[in-house]
């Protein structure tokens, strides 16, 4: 199975600074990795799909790029809403669904 | 746009099983290819399985294999996950998502399972 490395497990930021999240794959997955934001007591949400597309209605100061094994989630500038955590997620057909271990992103 | 609607939080025994249900709307059950994803309190996302249209069958995590049985009844767009022989690790809340090229665009409300004895 691939194993999905995300780090940091938690980090503090301030309001309107940038915020960064990997997350590293054990094999090439080539651009088949998701982000989630999950906020407490509340179902995930999609935010970016492929490694880099923004989903519908998502603010654009969230971004996602990298492909292969090392991918980045980025927020631009650090706003009190986005206070959840946020998971990477893989798929193929060759192997299990699986997360990354999730970020906790506190202000 | 796709709406998924659970049933609501249990509280079993150890070694009795749960059935959730995740009711369908604003698509058809056929339309869609729904899976299970679990969390226990304060732990991450764990994906359980789902159906695979290209193969036409449910595909489950090795974890849950033989202990858990993913169904469907078209007649009301209503998808069901059952865990038998439940323990204190079972203890999560269960969501259904719907699974679209290779993630989860709509989730359920989730359902809290609670094994106690």
């Known amino acids: 199975d691939i194993q999905m490395t995300q780090s940091p497990s938690s980090l503090s930021a301030s309001v309107g600074h940038r915020v960064t999240i990997t997350c590293q794959a054990s094999?090439?997955?080539?651009?088949?990795l998701n982000w989630y934001q999950q906020k407490p007591g509340k179902a995930p949400k999609v935010l970016i799909s492929?490694?880099?597309n923004l989903e519908t209605g998502v603010p654009s100061r969230f971004s996602g790029s990298g492909s292969g094994t090392d991918f980045t989630f980025t927020i631009s500038s650090l706003q009190p809403e986005d206070i959840a955590t946020y998971y990477c997620?893989?798929?193929?057909?060759?192997?299990?669904?699986?997360f990354g271990q999730g970020t906790r992103l506190e202000i | 746009q796709v709406q998924l609607v659970q049933s609501g939080a249990e509280v079993k025994k150890p070694g009795a099983s749960v059935k959730v249900s995740c009711k369908v709307s604003?698509?058809?059950?056929?339309?869609?290819?729904m899976h299970w994803v679990r969390q226990a309190p304060g732990k991450g996302l764990e994906w359980m399985g789902g159906f695979d249209p290209e193969d036409g069958e449910t595909i489950y995590a090795q974890k849950f294999q033989g202990r858990v049985t993913m169904t469907e009844d078209t007649s009301t767009d209503t998808a069901y996950m059952e865990v038998s022989s439940l323990t204190s690790e079972d203890t999560a809340v269960y969501y259904c998502?719907?699974?679209?090229?290779?993630?989860?665009?709509?989730w359920g409300q989730g359902t809290l399972v609670t094994v106690s004895s």
């Open positions: 998502a719907e699974f679209y090229r290779s993630y989860f665009p709509s």
């Open positions: 997620q893989h798929y193929d057909n060759l192997h299990p669904i699986t």
């Open positions: 492929d490694a880099s």
């Open positions: 604003g698509y058809t059950l056929t339309e869609l290819s």
């Open positions: 094999q090439d997955i080539s651009n088949y």
